[in-house]
């Protein structure tokens, strides 16, 4: 039987459906010199676009910049010359940190398990709820279920009926990649999602069968599909909050960079992946003040520009990683699925990131003997 994803059968609140609006695409610019906006191919270019593929190293962004001009060849011969560092990873990409747009990779567009990267989307979509239902994260609490407290894994540590305030299991959850953090957060949001929508300033009956079809984790879920619709993440489904015991909790490299890149924009998960550990001051199921300390399982962070933003490991998806590398004059979204070793994981990023910064100076060196092929490869490199 073909298992599909969940999919709503409730009515979210008017004010979260309201947050949630699709960005307007830009529109398409004319190319130079073409009133139908298409480039003619040559023979020689079919050829040369053919051996990138057969590499499985995306250049489209390049590709569909390149014009007949100055340094063409010279961009070319980088483009197949600079072949990338040997890595472990089954799939891996380097994108712009600001767009989340790809510039390099391999496998990127491969759907595989993402682990604990899961709780990216999670804490995305919760904070985005937060805002939208105009919640304080600072001191509004929730509760541990028994449920929670009982998830294996990589753990927060966190005890039936443990309250803690919404922004120290976002922590929690982020920092030692808590699954039980995940799903105290989870149910929150998710019984939030449930309550039903007032109808003509009269309350709605409180169980509909809209509403008993879903738990309020599963209804979390199912905005998080959402989410992952609205931003056309379409190499992307989950079924849990925290991406363990489900082979179906999938993603692609490209889907994570472009996910990450949008997450890194916000203050407070910028500000909560960067620290290295936290200590939350919560309470336990009898009141008494519960202290509550997380180390990041992030090994890099700090070092070679690295300031966020997640790691993930399962037998079945392998070592994960999701890093933010902000450079002086780079600034890059790097991820990698499924390396052979956990150590394997941080070597790896440092050579990806010394291989991206060669490549594009050279590029950058070459564009500058004509302005307007520089603006045409360089267009979108904006932070060069």
């Given at each position: 039987?073909?298992?599909?994803?969940?999919?709503?059968?409730?009515?979210?609140?008017?004010?979260?459906?309201?947050?949630?609006?699709?960005?307007?695409?830009?529109?398409?610019?004319?190319?130079?010199?073409?009133?139908?906006?298409?480039?003619?191919?040559?023979h020689a270019e079919r050829l040369f676009k053919y051996k990138l593929y057969s590499q499985d190293i995306s250049h489209k962004m390049l590709l569909k910049s390149m014009q007949p001009g100055c340094g063409?060849?010279?961009?070319?011969?980088?483009?197949?010359?600079?072949?990338?560092?040997?890595?472990?990873?089954?799939?891996?990409?380097?994108?712009?940190?600001?767009?989340?747009?790809?510039?390099?990779?391999?496998?990127?567009?491969?759907?595989?398990?993402?682990?604990?990267?899961?709780?990216?989307?999670?804490?995305?979509?919760?904070?985005?709820?937060?805002?939208?239902?105009?919640?304080?994260?600072?001191?509004?609490?929730?509760?541990?279920?028994?449920?929670?407290?009982?998830?294996?894994?990589?753990?927060?540590?966190?005890?039936?009926?443990?309250?803690?305030?919404?922004?120290?299991?976002?922590y929690g959850m982020l920092l030692p990649s808590g699954n039980d953090a995940a799903i105290v957060v989870a149910e929150y949001f998710g019984s939030l999602l449930l309550k039903p929508k007032p109808k003509d300033k009269k309350p709605a009956p409180v169980n509909t069968p809209q509403n008993e079809a879903l738990n309020p984790e599963m209804a979390f879920v199912v905005e998080m599909n959402s989410m992952a619709k609205q931003l056309k993440l379409s190499g992307t489904v989950f079924w849990n909050p925290h991406g363990l015991y489900s082979y179906s909790n999938r993603s692609t490299a490209a889907d994570l960079a472009r996910l990450s890149s949008l997450a890194m924009r916000d203050a407070t998960f910028r500000d909560i992946v960067s620290k290295k550990s936290y200590i939350a001051i919560g309470y336990d199921s009898a009141a008494k003040e519960k202290e509550f300390f997380w180390q990041n399982t992030n090994k890099i962070l700090g070092k070679g520009g690295c300031n966020g933003i997640k790691t993930g490991v399962t037998d079945t998806a392998g070592p994960c990683l999701v890093t933010n590398i902000k450079l002086k004059a780079f600034c890059f979204i790097i991820?990698?699925?499924?390396?052979?070793?956990?150590?394997?994981?941080?070597?790896?990023?440092?050579?990806?990131?010394?291989?991206?910064?060669?490549?594009?100076?050279?590029?950058?060196?070459?564009?500058?003997?004509?302005?307007?092929?520089?603006?045409?490869?360089?267009?979108t490199f904006k932070h060069i």
């Open positions: 039987m073909i298992r599909r994803p969940p999919r709503s059968t409730h009515c979210i609140s008017s004010a979260a459906s309201d947050v949630y609006k699709r960005q307007p695409q830009n529109p398409k610019t004319p190319c130079a010199g073409s009133t139908g906006c298409r480039l003619e191919v040559n063409q060849i010279e961009i070319r011969k980088i483009l197949t010359e600079l072949s990338p560092p040997f890595i472990s990873a089954k799939s891996w990409a380097i994108a712009d940190g600001r767009t989340g747009q790809v510039l390099f990779g391999k496998g990127d567009s491969d759907k595989r398990e993402i682990a604990s990267l899961t709780k990216i989307m999670t804490a995305y979509v919760a904070l985005r709820l937060s805002f939208a239902l105009n919640i304080d994260l600072y001191h509004t609490y929730a509760t541990a279920s028994e449920h929670a407290a009982s998830v294996g894994g990589t753990s927060a540590m966190l005890k039936d009926k443990d309250k803690l305030s919404l922004i120290d299991l976002m991820v990698l699925l499924n390396s052979k070793t956990m150590d394997a994981r941080w070597d790896e990023v440092g050579k990806l990131k010394e291989w991206a910064i060669e490549r594009l100076r050279q590029i950058e060196k070459i564009s500058k003997k004509s302005k307007k092929y520089k603006r045409k490869v360089l267009r």
